[in-house]
């Protein structure tokens, strides 16, 4: 997994994210910066519907985590395997999948 971390934070940094403001731990609030985002990362099928899932997990996380960093929700752009963020990720991803395909991929 740790491989596959490295590629989502490579991903994350290259397409980057839409924000209009500073970061929030920023000094000077007052003034908005605007990045926009670059690309899109798309993931294809790889040689099961588990592994290419949990590839877009892990790059939904890894956005989410800098997401959140940004907001200044988070002190760095990560979060723990058993932190409150993930375990509330994996149960929207859950029933989310639940919804879009009435099967368990992720359990």
């Known amino acids: ?9 490579s991903c994350i940094m290259k397409t980057k994210f839409f924000k209009n403001f500073k970061d929030i731990n920023h ?9 926009f985002q670059t690309g899109i990362v798309r993931v294809n099928c ?12 892990v790059i939904g996380k890894c956005a989410l985590a800098h ?15 058993e932190s ?6 994996i149960d929207l991803y859950e ?3 639940l919804l879009l395909s009435n099967t368990e991929v992720l359990s």
Do not use: H, W
């Open 1 to 9: 997994m740790g491989k596959l971390y490295d590629i989502a934070e």
């Open 27 to 35: 000094i000077e609030k007052e003034q908005r910066i605007y990045n």
């Open 46 to 57: 790889v040689d099961c519907l588990d592994r290419t899932n949990t590839a877009m997990y």
């Open 67 to 81: 997401q959140l960093y940004a907001l200044g929700i988070l002190s760095m752009p990560s979060f723990g395997v």
């Open 84 to 89: 409150l963020c993930e375990k509330m990720l």
């Open 95 to 97: 029933k989310l999948m």
